[in-house]
C-alpha cells in the first residue's frame, strides 16, 4: 500500500510556529516532487509550497512565502514544512501530496495523505 501520513497540526497562538511532517510507507519518496497544500472552511484547497525529488527547487505561494521552509530527508522518508509567524488566515487542514512528474502548486499529485488540522487562534 502507497501511503502520506501527515502530522504535527495543533492549535497555536498567532505569531507562534508548527512542524508538520508528510511520512510515506510502502514507497521511497525519492524519486517524487512532494507539495503542501491547504484547504480553510468554505475555501477551495490552494497549493502552499513544492519541492523538487532532489530537494534542489522549491516553490512558494505568495502568501506563505519567507514564513513558510519545505525540506527532506529521504533518508528518512520524510518531508516537512515549518510554519512560522502563523496567522489566522493560516487556519486550515494541510496535505501533502507526491508526484513523480510535478512540481508546483497545482493539484495534479498520484498520492494524497489526509491531513492534518492547523488552527491558529488566540
Known amino acids: 500500500q502507497l501511503q502520506l501520513v501527515e502530522s504535527g497540526g495543533g492549535l497555536v497562538q498567532p505569531g507562534g510556529s508548527l512542524r508538520l511532517s508528510c511520512a510515506a510507507s510502502?514507497?521511497?519518496?525519492?524519486?517524487?516532487?512532494i507539495g503542501w497544500f491547504r484547504q480553510a472552511p468554505g475555501k477551495l484547497r490552494e497549493g502552499v509550497s513544492c519541492?523538487?525529488?532532489?530537494?534542489?527547487?522549491?516553490y512558494y505561494a505568495d502568501s506563505v512565502k519567507g514564513r513558510f521552509t519545505i525540506s527532506r530527508d529521504n533518508a528518512k522518508n520524510t518531508v516537512y514544512l515549518q510554519l512560522n509567524s502563523l496567522k489566522p488566515e493560516d487556519t486550515a487542514v494541510y496535505y501533502c501530496?507526491?508526484?513523480?512528474?510535478?512540481?508546483?502548486?497545482?493539484?495534479?499529485?498520484?498520492?494524497w495523505g489526509q491531513g492534518t488540522q492547523v488552527t491558529v487562534s488566540s
Open positions: 501530496a507526491a508526484d513523480v512528474r510535478h512540481c508546483g502548486l497545482h493539484d495534479e499529485y498520484d498520492y
Open positions: 510502502g514507497f521511497t519518496l525519492d524519486y517524487y516532487h
Open positions: 519541492i523538487t525529488n532532489d530537494g534542489g527547487t522549491v
